[in-house]
């Protein structure tokens, strides 16, 4: 255990310090995690590096902004939540940056979201296509209400968008992930 709380102790000297090697670490420990994020926003690959390079800057830039406890496994559990939401802002403001305007949606059609059993065999490659293959507003409310757990509310204020338009574009999104799966089961 003296080991890891060493380990621990290096890692927080290190960041506090703007220690290249200790980011070296970090950035390679966390860089896949990361990229699994951008991915669901981005289709371009490149784009989606380019996010998670950002969101690293941010991070090592505002590491006093990071709030921790003192042991190692709530560090990393507190320390990967927090690089998630740096990296989730990223993406927005990256998406919002390439958008001039937003257009939206002022009406929420009431849909009901049935319930689609999903078989073994879907891989996450096969997810993010049917992710990628829906409009980029549809999918980034869709990520940002059923993956990363923001509320209505904190959509429409992200995005700047109504609160009816995010309902309106989660269930036209979920309608098209339900016809795109459906399509490649009769594919396959």
Known sequence: MDNKNTVFQEIIAGLAARDERIQERIYIHYW???MGISTRYFKDRNAAKEVVNDSF???FKTMYDFRHDHNLIDFQKT???????ITVRTSLDRI???????TYVDDYEDGTVGYVEVEEKLFAEDILKLLHSIPDLHRTVFNLYEIEGF???EIASLLTIPVSSSRT????A?????????KSIDIN
Request: overall charge positive; glycine content about 2%; hydrophobic content about 40%.
């Open 174 to 182: 979920k309608q098209k992930l339900r016809e795109l799966y459906k």
């Open 32 to 34: 896949g995690y990361l």
């Open 151 to 153: 509320s209505h509310d």
């Open 57 to 59: 800057m941010k991070a």
């Open 169 to 172: 574009y989660l269930t036209r």
């Open 79 to 85: 320390f990967k939540a927090w690089l998630a939401k």
């Open 96 to 102: 919002r940056a390439n958008k001039s305007v937003l």
